[in-house]
């Protein structure tokens, strides 16, 4: 399982999977100057993953979700599940191209996510402190390098759909990926923000299980 944009394996410890399946969690390491994306996902397999992850399941969620997509064009992957992401850049929504145009990598002030919570007091809403107080609590990376780094990378992914089974689970509501770019077949969770894996982990859960059953 790999997690969104510099967070924590955590976001996933409300899913429910069968015992018979070993999870292994994967982490974000810091990326190398200019590294490209298919370099940064090679060393991500070759220190964090071993002989024994044989056509293992991958799932990713957000920033995850295009990361294991990467790693399945690598090494033999039996399944994808994409959570709160995109699974190719046709599903990129305009903004994407837009920030792509902008460059905004090289000129968003970074600096300021490495101490998200100190951005609470300036929100002018209690679902967005809210949700800086979630980010502060489950983000295990919160360097201005790395998130230059990774929004450049997302800006500038040209990705496809992966051939192999694969089940994309999203939230009516997300403002990252909003749902109408999301192509089908997809599973749909009502009502449920890009933050769903927190939020709606029964719903994700059973969704995962259905998928699972038929793989097996």
């Known amino acids: 399982m790999m997690p969104g944009l510099g967070a924590s394996p955590n976001i996933f410890k409300g899913l429910v999977v069968p015992d018979t399946y070993r999870i292994k ?5 810091m990326p190398k100057q200019e590294e490209s994306l298919t370099h940064y996902v090679q060393r991500l397999i ?3 993953m071993d002989a024994t992850d044989v056509s293992p399941i991958l799932a990713g969620m957000s920033f995850g979700g295009i990361i294991v997509n990467e790693i399945s064009k690598q090494i033999p992957v039996k399944a994808l599940i ?3 992401t995109t699974k190719s850049k046709q599903e990129l929504p305009p903004k994407i191209t837009l920030g792509r145009w902008l460059r905004v990598y090289r000129w968003f ?3 300021i996510i490495e101490n998200p919570i100190q951005l609470k007091d300036y929100l002018p809403s209690k679902a967005w402190k809210k949700r800086m107080v979630l980010y502060d609590r489950y983000m295990e990376v919160k360097d ?13 992914w040209q990705g496809d759909l992966p051939h192999i ?3 994309h689970i999203h939230g009516e509501k997300d403002l990252m990926f909003p749902f109408k770019y999301i192509q089908k077949p997809v599973k749909v969770i009502k009502g449920a923000s890009h933050l769903a894996v927190m939020t709606h982990p029964k719903q994700i859960s059973a969704y995962m299980l259905d998928f699972l059953e038929e793989l097996a």
Request: hydrophobic share 45%; aromatic share 26%; glycine share 0%.
């Open 46 to 48: 070759e220190t964090q």
């Open 165 to 167: 089974p694969f089940v």
């Open 25 to 29: 969690y994967l982490h974000w390491m």
């Open 109 to 111: 002030p970074f600096k």
């Open 82 to 84: 994409f959570i709160s």
């Open 144 to 156: 201005s390098d790395y998130f230059s780094w990774s929004v450049e990378r997302i800006l500038k």
